[in-house]
């Protein structure tokens, strides 16, 4: 199994799946990312919106408190932009720890058809 995938798993085995999300064009059958969504990507990459961004939402009955961003495109590397509704850290696959981003906001660079999760800070929900 990967190491990265079963470290975000392990993070992610808590909570609950609340919702996957497109960014960019929606497959048939999929669902856009809602205005008014709590976590919401931009970039001006238009390569990265052609091939599309997924957000899964994952949470408990409070509402979304991780979300998982994915870059759909499998043959090169976006960097995004994820804004969330409060302060958020990110999950280092490599120490399986989670490190601040001190903003409501978090410049990532996506690889290739990879992904990474963020969580609201504790104190920020």
């Not at 990967?2 to 960014?23: D, K, M, T």
């Amino acid at each position: 199994m990967n190491p990265q995938f079963e470290a975000i798993a392990e993070q992610l085995q808590p909570l609950r799946s609340l919702g996957a999300y497109h960014v960019g064009p929606a497959p048939l059958g999929a669902t856009a990312l809602p205005a008014g969504a709590p976590f919401k990507v931009e970039t001006d990459d238009p390569v990265a919106l052609e091939k599309g961004i997924l957000l899964g939402y994952f949470g408990g009955s409070e509402g979304p408190s991780a979300v998982v961003v994915v870059n759909l495109d499998y043959t090169a590397r976006h960097t995004v932009s994820l804004s969330g509704p409060g302060e958020l850290q990110r999950f280092d696959t490599d120490s399986r720890g989670w490190l601040p981003v001190h903003d409501r906001t978090a410049r990532l660079r996506l690889p290739a058809g990879g992904g990474v999760l963020l969580r609201l800070a504790p104190d920020a929900g």
